[in-house]
């Protein structure tokens, strides 16, 4: 089995939304941590490409969709330069 470096941090999330939802519909929160963790990523890669070409787009949602990538705007990622993947993180594996 390949190590993709997120699991620790997906079983953490689904292990605290397990206890308040059925078995039958916890596969929907599962694929949809996966899907957030896959735009969140992708944004990210792009946003440095972007940034390190100093051209300026990088807060430009076209130069995201020519790339097929996922734009996440300003008000989606944090003070801290945080996208919404790593923002849910810390939300939901702080006590």
Do not use: C
């Not at 941090?9 to 689904?14: F, G, I, R």
Request: charged residues 30%; proline residues 1%.
């Amino acid at each position: 089995m390949v190590a993709l470096g997120f699991e620790t941090q997906l079983w953490e999330m689904a292990d605290k939304l397990r206890g308040n939802i059925e078995s039958s519909e916890y596969k929907h929160v599962v694929l949809g941590l996966v899907f957030l963790k896959y735009i969140s990523d992708s944004f990210e890669e792009k946003y440095n490409e972007l940034l390190e070409e100093g051209s300026g787009f990088e807060e430009e949602r076209d130069g995201y969709l020519a790339d097929n990538v996922f734009f996440v705007p300003k008000e989606a990622v944090g003070t801290d330069g945080l996208t919404v993947w790593r923002l849910l993180i810390s939300k939901l594996t702080s006590d």
